[in-house]
């Protein structure tokens, strides 16, 4: 029998590439709805209850609301807003973390998929914090490199303005008032004391991210180098289809460059780890729109019917 799916907020930029992951799969049925209906209340609600599973591409407002319409008990909810990623009661969709993670995911009926920014910070810093090398306590800074596809369809559009300002043909930081909204799940999920010292950039180019933290070795627990460090997230992410670290001095093969555009496109992720005996780098490479979205919320969909991670998925 097919799950029954429907995506409430097809029509955004992770609703869209969700959809096209369906395209060649046989154990789904999408629920579709009138596009003149989209907004409609009383209609989202009817195919929210006839839906297995539903999907809310939805801004966190409206996404709270998709939740509050639900009254089938057998409907599951995969939220890609930011929501509900710090509520308890949800689980939260990196499954590579643990076990437990994993297991939330396949047994609960509400997912939180991680947001594009935190999908980087956290896969670096969590396996570290879980292990006590990287104390919560330790001052935690973090850059993100991301395509414009980030911001959804207003940026979208600026970007692609042919009447653009020349602004948006260089790279441009921003939330510099340290407010951004992926903090407080960098934060929760990460097992942090504060929040991290976080410089988002989004840069002319449609889709990918690197999303890089820098450490002191003398500010960790035990001797810790590059090379440790690497070995011990290897171990840690070993046999996971969708995380990988990547050999140690494999930036050489591009010269000592990571591209933030590298993976556009792929669904997997990337970890680097440089450096020396004072300093380390460690690297995220993946899409935003992948990993960091669409990409995550069908890896949730593939544990929930028990099918393996990449199943539809680009990798």
């Known amino acids: 029998m097919k799950t029954k799916i429907f995506i409430d907020g097809s029509e955004g930029t992770t609703g869209l590439r969700i959809n096209e992951r369906f395209m060649n799969r046989d154990d789904i049925e999408l629920i579709t709805i009138d596009p003149d209906l989209r907004k409609d209340l009383a ?13 809310l591409c939805l801004p966190d ?27 308890s009661d949800w689980a939260y ?4 973390l643990s076990v437990n993670h994993r297991n939330s995911i396949k047994e609960g009926r509400f997912v939180a998929v991680p947001g594009c920014h935190a999908t980087g910070f956290i896969s670096l810093v969590y396996p570290l914090t879980a292990s006590d090398i990287l104390p919560s306590n330790y001052p935690i800074s973090s850059f993100s ?5 980030g911001g959804g369809k207003k940026m979208i559009g600026e970007y692609e303005d042919a009447n653009r300002h020349a602004d948006f043909s260089a790279p441009r930081e921003y939330a510099m008032s340290q407010q951004h909204k992926h903090l407080k799940e960098m934060k929760w999920i990460a097992g942090l004391d504060r929040e991290p010292l976080f410089s988002p950039i989004v840069a002319d180019y449609y889709s990918g991210m ?27 992410y070993a046999n996971q289809s969708l995380v990988h670290v990547m050999p140690f001095g494999a930036e050489s093969e591009t010269n000592g460059f990571l591209s933030g555009n590298h ?3 792929y669904d997997g992720l990337n970890i680097y780890v440089t450096g020396n005996e004072d300093r380390i780098l460690l690297t995220s490479q993946f899409d935003n729109l992948g990993k960091g979205a669409s990409g995550a919320a069908i890896q949730c969909l593939n544990i929930m019917l028990g099918c393996e991670d990449d199943k539809g998925l680009s990798v």
């Open 43 to 55: 209609e989202r609600k009817k195919k929210i209850n006839e839906s297995d599973i539903t999907f």
């Open 61 to 87: 407002a409206a996404a709270r609301e998709a939740v509050q319409l639900v009254e089938n008990d057998h409907v599951r909810i995969i939220d890609s807003s930011t929501a509900h990623r710090t509520e």
């Open 93 to 96: 969709g990196f499954p590579e």
């Open 145 to 149: 490199l991301t395509g414009y596809s």
């Open 263 to 265: 993976l556009t496109g």
């Open 210 to 236: 690197i999303v890089t933290v820098p450490l002191y070795t003398h500010l960790l627990n035990g001797k810790q180098t590059p090379e440790s460090v690497h070995t011990y997230l290897t171990e840690y």
